[in-house]
């Protein structure tokens, strides 16, 4: 089964900035389409940003401008760039890869394989 393994998760102050990378051990991410989302106790787990296989990028209304995503194929990492973070933003994160392209990209149901994810807290 494949693997994604997320990291660079922690503790960090409004208006602080993280980087979240996911790493996929078994296949290489030039074929899939990846996505973050996140999951805050007590919520559904909400499509965060996108990166379609051929290349166009998806954000969540409430991390457009803050938050972007890539990948780079050669290493097999997809990343997050969080900028700005607010406490709201505080949450478990996850990535996710699909086969296909991306038609609804903030659908759990689109994504093929998933990681363990990596907690993000925002607090002073």
């Known amino acids: 089964e494949e693997q994604l393994v997320e990291s660079g998760g922690g503790l960090v102050q409004p208006g602080g900035s993280l980087r979240l990378s996911c790493e996929a051990s078994?296949?290489?991410?030039?074929?899939?389409?990846l996505a973050w989302f996140r999951q805050a106790p007590g919520k559904e787990r909400e499509g965060v940003a996108a990166?379609?296989?051929?290349?166009?990028?998806y954000y969540a209304d409430s991390v457009k401008g803050r938050f972007t995503v890539s990948k780079d194929n050669a290493k097999n990492t997809l990343y997050l760039q969080m900028n700005s973070l607010k406490p709201e933003d505080t949450a478990m994160y996850y990535c996710?890869?699909?086969?296909?392209?991306?038609?609804?990209?903030?659908?759990?149901?689109?994504?093929?394989?998933w990681g363990q994810g990596t907690q993000v807290t925002v607090s002073s």
């Open positions: 996710a890869a699909s086969y296909m392209r991306l038609g609804s990209w903030s659908a759990t149901s689109t994504y093929n394989f």
């Open positions: 078994r296949y290489r991410y030039s074929g899939y389409s």
């Open positions: 990166i379609d296989r051929v290349g166009p990028t």
